[in-house]
């Protein structure tokens, strides 16, 4: 197939559902064509597509595992023959596996730093390869008010997002001269399926806005940062929380 080359492609990671599916269809309001990817809930991702097309917007799924390289490389090696450049990433896929430190399993710890950060090295390094082609390009990652301040019982995700802001901005620095720019996003509390277990309202009364925040107050955000407008911001963290941090 041919390459598109009059498009403006993004690529949302983990983007079937909560803050991932309102990235994907703020950005496809804003005229990208949006890849959605996942791992594994077919049914919510195609309901996120179906949400961007009854909007007008044009996009597609692509299921596959960040944190697997081969999976990673079959699924560039497929997005790359048909687009001739990338504009947009948002690393947002995620997961949590909470306990204290010290009944933290290994394979708890290794599941919650591979998802965010071997996912982040998988996904940056062949995306930025071909932004640094066309000079030009927008990387946001969803880290977490926990990467700031560290969340008692979540050591393995405070780390997790924590290394996220450490690598966007050592990157952000490498590749300014270069047009691309390398930005985080830091929710607070946010009404997903992440929060299930929560003690919401317990957190709700250290918030000063005094409720929990929206996924799209964060898509706008990111939208932001992804935007032309955004053109002199690179390396930062924002902070979506209401007043927490």
């Known amino acids: 197939m041919s390459q598109e080359t009059d498009i403006r492609v993004a690529i949302v990671t983990g983007g079937s559902r909560g803050i991932g599916r309102a990235i994907a269809i703020e950005l496809a309001g804003d005229g990208y064509y949006v890849i959605i990817n996942y791992k594994s809930n077919d049914q919510a991702a195609a309901e996120t597509l179906a949400q961007i097309r009854s909007n007008g917007g044009v996009g597609e799924i692509l299921k596959f595992n960040i944190v697997e390289s081969k999976e990673v490389d079959n699924a560039f090696d497929d997005i790359f023959k048909r687009f001739s450049s990338i504009d947009v990433l948002v690393n947002n896929a995620g ?34 390869k071909k932004m640094l082609r066309h000079k030009k390009g927008s990387v946001v990652s969803i880290a977490s008010v926990a990467g700031l301040i560290g969340n008692k019982g979540q050591a393995n995700y405070s780390a997790a997002k924590a290394g996220l802001i450490g690598a966007s901005r050592a990157i952000a620095a490498e590749v300014a001269k270069k047009g691309i720019r390398l930005n985080v996003v830091a929710p607070g509390l946010i009404e997903t399926d992440m929060i299930r277990d929560a003690p919401v309202e317990f957190i709700k009364n250290i918030i000063p806005m005094g409720r929990i925040g929206k996924p799209d107050e964060v898509a706008k955000v990111v939208r932001f940062l992804c935007s032309d407008d955004a053109s002199y911001i690179t390396g930062q963290v924002i902070s979506v929380n209401g007043g927490m941090l």
Do not use: C, R
Not at 97 to 123: C, H, Q, R, S
């Open 95 to 128: 997961v949590t596996a909470d306990n204290l430190f010290l009944m933290i399993p290994e394979a708890d710890w290794d599941l919650v730093i591979d998802t965010t950060l071997k996912g982040f090295y998988n996904m940056t390094k062949p995306v930025l």
